[in-house]
């Protein structure tokens, strides 16, 4: 029971983690250069920073730059015939868009659609939609990102500009690793550009928090189950002790009977959070994958393992002696 509670804890971080974030983190890019007015020690996020053409330019020029790409973020609402929806619409160019399964990359006056957009709103390369204020065609449908829990639609600087109000890109997108770049300028890699990502380390240190939690409680349930058995066995420790077997050989003995408990146990949590998993997928954000099962198992199986390692070096201070006369 506690593994299928772990195995769905950790595969709802991994999902709420992806729905925040996978428009960054799945970036055909290297890092990301902020905007830092305040200097290259100051934190940035994508809601704070911005950078102008003269900061792109030095990025550009920069030792270690290999490709410089803008990148708009921004949140707004898209409105298609029959609905609307909170959206990310991100301006780029066509470099960083996300697989396309139908259409083209966007030209100025049109969007790219994810597929889960495209498929709740019935859209199709030539669809028309609003964005914000502005009226776009629909010119592809890309594989599904999102940022901030909202959906992501891609279109180029210029339209973004529009749709969003503001004036200079919000951060750069880059292949290579720059180096000496000015202090209103701050370069971090795709993975730490994350944490740029409005509530997205409160959220997920909130949730590995209780992860840790769980952990912790499982390691306590499971010494506490294995210490119980110990002393129950207790009299028949004492005999085998008496005609001769050593308190090694009843320790391991007793550790593998403890891991096969373990691990049938554990592999059954795990196949049940699988299969609760996959159904919730389709109502909440929730990462269906071999790591989703296969940490939470491991790791249930270690603790596990190491509560009992703690619970039956009772075996080793048994006296059979003492212990067969208190049995009579």
Do not use: C
Request: net charge negative.
């Amino acid at each position: 029971m506690i593994t299928t509670l772990v195995v769905f804890l950790y595969g709802l971080t991994g999902g709420l983690a992806s729905a925040a974030s996978s428009t960054v983190a799945e970036l055909p890019a290297d890092g990301v250069v902020f905007g830092a007015p305040a200097g290259a020690d100051a934190e940035v996020s994508f809601a704070s920073s911005t950078v102008t053409t003269a900061q792109q330019e030095r990025v550009a020029a920069a030792p270690g730059t290999t490709a410089v790409h803008p990148l708009g973020v921004a949140m707004t609402r898209l409105t298609a015939p029959d609905g609307a929806a909170s959206v990310s619409v991100l301006g780029t160019d066509a470099a960083l868009l996300p697989p396309l399964s139908a259409g083209a990359a966007p030209k100025d006056g049109e969007v790219a659609v994810g597929a889960d957009t495209a498929s709740a709103h019935h859209l199709s390369p030539g669809s028309q939609v609003t964005l914000g204020s502005q009226k776009l065609t629909v010119s592809a449908v890309t594989a599904e990102r999102s940022l901030s829990h909202a959906p992501s639609v891609w279109t180029t600087v210029d339209t973004w500009q529009q749709v969003s109000g503001q004036k200079q890109p919000t951060a750069l997108a880059v292949r290579g690793t720059p180096h000496d770049l000015p202090a209103d300028l701050k370069a971090v890699s795709r993975g730490d550009a994350l944490s740029g990502i409005n509530g997205y380390a409160a959220e997920q240190g909130s949730l590995q928090l209780i992860q840790g939690f769980l952990f912790a409680v499982s390691a306590l349930v499971v010494g506490a189950f294995f210490t119980v058995w110990t002393v129950q066995r207790r009299p028949d420790i004492a005999v085998l002790k008496a005609v001769g077997a050593s308190s090694g050989y009843l320790v391991r003995d007793a550790l593998a009977q403890a891991a096969a408990v373990l691990l049938a146990g554990a592999l059954l949590g795990g196949a049940i959070g699988a299969i609760g998993g996959a159904f919730a997928s389709a109502a909440v954000p929730f990462d269906v994958s071999v790591s989703t099962i296969a940490v939470p198992v491991a790791a249930m199986v270690l603790l596990g393992l190491a509560g009992a390692a703690l619970a039956v070096r009772r075996i080793t201070a048994v006296d059979p002696l003492a212990a067969l006369g208190a049995n009579r």
